[in-house]
């Protein structure tokens, strides 16, 4: 960057428009698809995990150990077996939602108090009906918590995968280091800023929505 130009020129943006919502849709499937595997993933983990309790610690400590290995060095892991691919990039942030979202299954689980399942048992709801009928939408509150951590932690972290070429918006930010040029940085910053606010705003619309009863509870009080 030389002195005396602007910080961000707006020309570029505006002769990038195309290329940006392009790369965004790309960042915005690397970063939410891994959220939807990891959450497919930690519902019936999470649920074995609160039926026998002697499964959660060692399986919280596994996923513990997998989140802190670096981005960087679990992409490199990967290449090995999946190439250059968005799969490589995908695969590991699936495997860091796990140690957010299976204790936030496993918490939502046991805030249901024992009453409502004893209600539904005696109502002559089978195990699996109850779990899924009564017990998981009580959950909805934590569960959608820890979501809303994985999904904002994922969409900033597909940024580095631009590092194997698969990076999204992370494009820009390398690209700018490149050519020393603030623009391009400073755009695909703010985009990704504005998709993990978006997104978080979106599961607080999902969690109201599906959770009515919630609502009802905040407007009597």
């Known amino acids: 960057m ?13 002769d990038h428009v195309d290329e940006l919502a ?3 849709g790309v960042h915005l499937r690397l970063g ?24 959660y610690p060692p399986t919280l400590t596994a996923a513990n150990v997998l989140y802190s290995i670096p981005s960087l060095a679990l992409f490199m892991i990967f ?9 490589t990039v995908m695969i590991p942030l699936t495997l860091y939602t796990l140690s957010v979202l299976i204790p936030n299954v496993v918490d939502g689980l ?24 009564v017990e998981l939408p009580i959950a909805v509150p934590v ?24 990076g999204g918006l992370g494009y820009y930010i390398t690209r700018g280091l490149q050519l020393d040029f603030p623009t391009p ?26 959770t009515p009863w919630a609502r009802g509870k905040g407007a009597k009080a």
């Open 110 to 133: 046991a805030s249901v108090p024992d009453p409502v399942r004893q209600a539904a048992t005696a109502m002559g709801f089978s195990t699996v009906r109850r779990v899924v009928q």
């Open 143 to 166: 569960v959608v918590a820890g979501v809303r951590v994985a999904a904002v932690s994922s969409i900033s972290l597909v940024a580095v995968g631009q590092l194997i070429g698969q």
């Open 79 to 87: 290449v090995r077996y999946t190439g250059l691919t968005e799969r």
């Open 22 to 24: 392009h790369y965004t």
């Open 185 to 210: 940085i400073i755009t695909a910053t703010v985009l990704i800023m504005l998709l993990a606010l978006a997104t978080d705003a979106l599961l607080v619309l999902a969690q109201r929505l599906l």
């Open 32 to 55: 939410l698809l891994p959220v939807l595997f990891g959450l497919i993933i930690s519902v019936p983990l999470g649920m074995l995990c609160h039926r026998y309790r002697w499964v």
């Open 2 to 14: 030389r002195d005396g130009e602007p910080l961000v020129r707006w020309a570029w943006i505006g």
